[in-house]
């Protein structure tokens, strides 16, 4: 379960590091998207589900980076640009902005 929050910036390539502490606890494949209030969440999948079936779906790279998709970067977790907090939500993360 993860709960807590972490600082966190976007680099300009657009990709988000994950924290250790939180990668380790994720599996190998981690689904993007935005949630009903609007913020992105990153949600791992479980290893029976398809990659392929699953736009948003996405390996987590070298130093468990993920790449924010180009049509949820108009999303409210960037409102004060690429500085942002991830908030341990149980079995996801939610990303929200930071000053």
């Not at 981690?30 to 398809?50: A, H, M, P």
Request: glycine share 8%; hydrophobic share 35%; net charge positive.
């Amino acid at each position: 379960m993860l709960y807590g929050h972490w600082e966190a910036t976007v680099d300009y390539k657009w990709r988000l590091r994950i924290p250790s502490e939180l990668s380790k606890k994720f599996l190998k494949f981690v689904l993007i998207r935005k949630n009903e209030s609007g913020f992105l969440e990153i949600t791992e999948l479980n290893q029976g589900v398809e990659k392929k079936d699953l736009p948003d779906c996405y390996e987590l790279k070298k130093g468990a980076r993920v790449l924010i998709p180009r049509h949820l970067r108009k999303s409210i977790s960037f409102l004060f640009g690429k500085k942002v907090f991830l908030i341990g939500k149980g079995k996801s993360i939610e990303i929200k902005p930071r000053r």
